[in-house]
């Protein structure tokens, strides 16, 4: 029988875990020996009752020793690599570029890892695709966190003391994380505007209420991501940026390159252009920040008197359903190759070799191996 393994979350603030009781229930049905860490949902606000059928354990060594199957949300430990069995597979986001050390330890255990965040961006995996589920409630906490720091209301107010005037509120990348805050800051009745590099996503943001910012500048790249300007393009698409951010009491920025540093779109000249009491979200802190100025995971008041907040994990924020969309991608990415209560991964399925970080031995993510073998390793 398939053991399906649970950890509790080592990396300090994550408050989201791998699997709810919903989905617990399904893969039981499906064969699988459940096991979770003693109090491994709580963080969640999920009790061990709450898993029906599981088998708690106490001891994180015995949870591992006998796992077939390992449902992680943030990369796992060097320390955990070491307790795993050979030829088991995990399942989570890896970060392979901040932790190589980890990618080493993976190989060298023959343990195979599939990567979360390298899920193929095709039709057929949507409902696999963790980085769109945890995107949307970044974009949705990030408006309200763009609301709460924010020296205005967001809806036009009819009062006795006059008419109060919406909020504008701007938001850079029109990626899942930028539809969802479009969609949210709208619904908070704020005057909307949006910008995106990739020209398809114009009708997406006008389908949505917002008002879409035409720079000139179209880079549309592979896998739906933008590619990289170049100076020229950088220099047009700021300078025509720069007019509507000074005019905007909110800006929220998404623009994030999975695996690279996030590309610098507000500049300090822009910055210091606003209004006081402005307030700029940097949803893209986890690769630096959108802004000059953000620093990641602090809040700060620049000398003009605008708060740039730049939080990380927003996700983590919002534990119950970012849990409960997160295990669900997993389920969908898993459940097809749990057959007669084993593990049978299919080597033909795109989805499956595009997601393989490490396998039998070897990195399997060419991007990665190539990066790890340059440094001798």
Partial sequence: MLVLAVPK?????ERRIALVPEIAKRLIKLGVELRIEQSMGESAFFKDEAFEGAKVVEQTADLYKEADLIFKVQPPTEEEIALMKPNAVVIGFMAAHQFPNRVKALRDAKITSLAMELVPRISR??????????????????VLMGAELASVFFPMLTTAAGTIRPAKVLVIGAGVAGLQAIATARRLGAIVEAYDVRSATKEQCESLGAKFIDTGVKADGSGGYARELTDEEKAQQQAVLAKHISMSNVVITTAALPGRPSPKIISKQMVEAMNAGSVIIDLAAEGGGNCELSQPNQ??????????????N???????????MYSKNLFNLISPMIKDGSLQLDWNDEVIVGSTLTHDGEIKHQATKAAIENTGS
């Fill in 9 to 13: 979350e080592r990396t300090v603030g």
């Fill in 125 to 142: 995996a949507q409902s696999m695709d963790a980085l769109s589920s945890q995107a949307a409630v970044a974009g949705y906490k990030g």
């Fill in 299 to 312: 809040t700060i008041t620049h000398t003009n008197g605008v708060i740039i907040h730049a939080p990380l």
């Fill in 314 to 324: 927003v996700a983590s924020q919002m534990p119950v359903h970012a849990s409960e």
